[in-house]
Every structure is written in structure tokens, then in C-alpha cells.
């Protein structure tokens, strides 16, 4: 993913892991895809299969909206991308927890992302400070 962004953006701590959770988030939906894509014996497909997309949609759209925060001057409209964050982070957490319960054996990179995730939100809470 290429943004034509100003040098200081991508020397961002907290967009460089959100960055890293978009390039771990697409190789682990791209692992257990391969696993979950067959249908079963009753000719049904597995509902863990639409997580592996919702873990890309939403780490896709952490950098965006970091992107947007850092370039808002209103505090109130840059409070609302922190609010988008949270909300990313904890749906993209909900999904990991939800894809440990797959047939997979992807599902042993999960606990990776998660401890991302985490590592994001911490970067993110001392970036929210450093910003407003």
C-alpha cells in the first residue's frame, strides 16, 4: 500500500505496526484460506472463512485513519479517527479470538497478531497524547 505521504508519516511508530499488522494480517487470512475454502460433507462452507476478510478489511483500514488523525487541526474531529481506531482494533481482536476456533492449522499465528494488536494500542495511546 503506497500513500504519497509526507516523510514524517511513515516514520510514525504507531503507523509503521499498523503497517506490520496489515502485512501479518494478509498472510495469516491468506494461510488459513487455504485451509477453510473447501466446503464440508454437507456441502456447507466453513463461517470462519469471512473472518479471514474481516481481519484484512479492518487492519486495511488502520493506516487511513492515522493518516487522517495526524492531518486534522480540530481536536473534536481528531478525537472521532482515535474512536475509529479503537474500534478497529477491538473488532480486528474479536476476529483473532473468533479465527482460533477454525480448523486450521493458521490458527497458530493468531496469538502473533494479537500480540500486535497490543503493542498497537499502547503505541497508539502514547501517540493519541503526544497529538492533542
Not at 11 to 34: F, G, H, W
Not at 103 to 117: F, Q, V, W
Amino acid at each position: 500500500m503506497n500513500y504519497n505521504l509526507p516523510l514524517h508519516f511513515s516514520e510514525l511508530p504507531v503507523y509503521q505496526k499498523a503497517m506490520d499488522i496489515l502485512v501479518l494480517s494478509r498472510s495469516i487470512s491468506t494461510y488459513l484460506n487455504q485451509d477453510l475454502k473447501y466446503l464440508n460433507a454437507d456441502g456447507s462452507e466453513d463461517p470462519h472463512i469471512y473472518f479471514t476478510g474481516d481481519i484484512i478489511q479492518q487492519s486495511t483500514n488502520l493506516a487511513p485513519q492515522i493518516i487522517n488523525a495526524e492531518q486534522e487541526s480540530c481536536s473534536d474531529k481528531k478525537y472521532k479517527y482515535f474512536e475509529s481506531l479503537d474500534r478497529l482494533t477491538t473488532r480486528l481482536y474479536r476476529n483473532c479470538k473468533r479465527l482460533e476456533m477454525a480448523n486450521s492449522d493458521g490458527r497458530d499465528y493468531l496469538p502473533i497478531l494479537r500480540g500486535e494488536l497490543r503493542k498497537f494500542r499502547k503505541l497508539k495511546h502514547h501517540w493519541m497524547m503526544m497529538t492533542l
